[in-house]
């Protein structure tokens, strides 16, 4: 299996413009993650899906965030307008939903975001 | 709520040496214990972890106890390697989620 895909694996760009985040989880997973890493703050869960239903979006920060899964295999992050303060390495993870696995989360690559 | 404590990093460590990685936890319930690691520039992966009390997690020479009387999940290794360098995060399991320490770098030198 290819693991969690994450795209781009770094994005530049200027305040107030709109970046879109992508994740294809790994095949046959039930649960979807967003995490943001700061080096202030660590690892802070954004939201997570169950079945493409966001069950959780309590750590979005603001309504600038938003974020989608419109089927099992595709999610994206987006932020509109950024601002430099959303610099930091946004990762998405996966796990199956089953009771072996349903808390091992499997982690994609991440993608390093720098607004300027 | 849930939450994790682990001790504050880097640690720095010469080849060989002994490694413990202090982690505490405040939770309700039993929830399940893991320890991650994140090599530079890569995603977390799950390095062990353990179900329940007096279960001992293990894995590439690494290994951590649930104490459930002390609350900690303390990692060990007793013999690092340069290639061990990497930041560690211990974390538990909530409802469908898991609580993350802010993660223990670690720095092995020859």
């Known amino acids: 299996d290819a693991g969690v895909i994450q795209s781009p694996r770094h994005e530049v760009t200027e305040m107030g413009q709109e970046v879109t985040l992508r994740c294809k989880p790994i095949?046959?997973?039930?649960?979807l993650f967003w995490y943001r890493q700061t080096m202030m703050r660590g690892l802070e869960l954004l939201i997570y899906f169950n079945n493409n239903v966001p069950i959780d979006d309590s750590g979005m920060p603001e309504d600038r965030f938003s974020a989608k899964m419109p089927n099992a295999s595709f999610s994206t992050l987006k932020i509109q307008p950024s601002e430099p303060r959303d610099s930091a390495v946004y990762f998405c993870a996966s796990n199956p939903g089953d009771d072996r696995g349903l808390y091992e989360q499997y982690f994609g690559p991440g993608t390093r975001l720098t607004v300027t | 709520g849930n939450s994790v404590t682990q001790m504050e990093g880097p640690v720095t460590l010469s080849e060989e040496a002994f490694l413990t990685i202090n982690c505490t936890y405040t939770?309700?319930?039993?929830?399940?214990l893991f320890w991650y690691v994140q090599y530079p520039g890569e995603g977390l992966q799950l390095l062990l972890k353990a179900t329940k009390a007096d279960d001992k997690g293990s894995n590439k020479g690494f290994e951590a106890t649930y104490r459930k009387e002390t609350t900690s999940f303390h990692l060990e290794k007793g013999s690092v390697q340069v290639s061990d360098s990497a930041v560690y995060f211990c974390?538990?399991?909530?409802?469908?989620?898991?609580?993350f320490g802010k993660g223990t770098m670690l720095l092995v030198s020859p």
């Open positions: 974390a538990l399991s909530g409802y469908s989620t898991l609580t």
């Open positions: 939770a309700t319930g039993y929830p399940s």
């Open positions: 095949s046959g997973h039930d649960y």
